[in-house]
Structures are given as C-alpha cells and as structure tokens.
C-alpha cells in the first residue's frame, strides 16, 4: 500500500516478487502524482522552471473554475463572429483534446475568471521571464518542446525540453484548423502593443527554437497552459 503520497512529487519503486526460490526485484520504474485538476475533472502536474510554476499539461476544461461553462463553437463562421469565451477541439473531434487540450479564444484567456484554482493565464510579462531564464528568444523554444517526432513532425529543431515545459504542436484554429504537429501557440492574457483587437501569444514551432510573440486577433483558437498564481 502506499501512504502519505505528496502531490506533483516523482517517486521511483521497484516490485519484490517472493517465492521457494527467493527474492527478485523487477527493474526501477517510475511515476509522478497529479497536482491539480480542473472542474471537469481534468488533472495536471505541475513543473517549476526558475521561480515560476507552470502545468506541463494544455488546459482541456469545459469550465471556469466557478462552474460557469465556456461554450463550444464548432461552426466556423460563428467562431469568428465571437466576443465572447468560447473553446473547441481541433478538427471538433474531442479525441485531439487528450493530448492537445483544447482550443480558447483570446475572450477566455483574458477573463477575469480562473479556470484552475491557484492559476491563472500568464501575463505577457511572465512569458517574458521564462523566455529571459531559458537563455533567449531564439533559444528558450527549444528548452520548452517535447522531445522527439511522437507529436512533434520533423525536425522539432532545438528540442531538448530541458525545461521539462514539454510544449506540445496543438496547432491552431485561423480560419480552419491547421498546424497539428507543426506549431504550438500559447495565448497570454495581455493585448499585443495595447492594441485593441488582437491579444498576445507565444509560439514554438518545429523548424525553429524560438518561443516567438506576436499579435492575434481575439477570435483566433489557440492553447492554454496555466501559471501558478
């Protein structure tokens, strides 16, 4: 049995096997205890990178942390038209939302709601900080991207996730879907330059190692990934 487990805390275990012939162990594995969930029941862990504390999960809530719903927007032109919180899957089909989380407007990202108790969309500023601590622009992507081509296509230039971020290519909602496997944006809850239209986001892309930011229109569909307030 296991006891007094702490949460978001890696633990490594071996089995012992007994028999007539003695004792055997298998080899070491490991696993890591959830931190926080959702109101949906969704959970996540957590990983610190400098002084922040990040979830190394996409959010893929269907709520506010209140119980309010965000409403799903599968029509095209009524996502666009939106002023108001609204989510959807990539391609609609919830099965991306398992490892990609799901995809927000800028109307979620910037509401004075939480979504997971404790935290909270980053500021354009905190995207800053672990860009700074991460080394660079043109370098902190790549300390952030998942490793490899199981999600990633070719060739996640730079990826060492070193940060343990583990960034993944959720790709985005423009005006289709597109760029799963290529591209992984990241809404702040700032507007870009002050701007009155168009919020900020961070982006990692697999033929570069920058975490790059730019403006996006508040309508667009992109992912979230929670900061520890």
Not at 11 to 35: L, M
Not at 49 to 55: D, K, R, S
Not at 101 to 130: C, M, Q, T
């Amino acid at each position: 049995d296991l006891f007094d487990l702490k949460v978001g805390t890696t633990y490594d275990f071996r089995i012992k096997a007994v028999n007539k012939a003695g004792e055997t162990f298998s080899e070491i594995s490991r696993f890591e205890t959830y931190a926080v969930s959702d109101f949906d029941g969704n959970l996540y862990h957590t990983v610190k990178i400098g002084t922040q504390v990040w979830l190394k999960e996409n959010f893929k809530g269907t709520h506010f942390a209140n119980g309010d719903p965000i409403p799903n927007i599968t029509d095209q032109a009524q996502w666009e038209a939106a002023t108001s919180p609204a989510y959807c899957y990539y391609n609609n089909d919830i099965k991306n939302a398992e490892t990609y989380g799901a995809l927000y407007n800028w109307y979620v990202a910037s509401d004075s709601r939480e979504l997971i108790g404790g935290f909270h969309v980053p500021s354009e500023k905190e995207w800053f900080v672990i860009r700074e601590y991460l080394g660079s622009i043109s370098k902190a992507g790549g300390a952030m991207k998942e490793v490899g081509f199981a999600h990633w296509v070719q060739p996640n230039a730079g990826a060492t996730n070193s940060s343990g971020f583990t960034g993944l290519p959720a790709g985005a909602r423009l005006n289709k879907f597109g760029n799963l496997g290529d591209w992984g944006i990241f809404w702040s809850k700032d507007k870009f330059m002050g701007m009155s239209n168009q919020g900020c986001a961070f982006d990692l892309g697999e033929i570069w190692a920058a975490l790059r930011d730019s403006g996006n229109f508040f309508w667009k569909g992109f992912s979230l990934r929670m900061i520890q307030n």
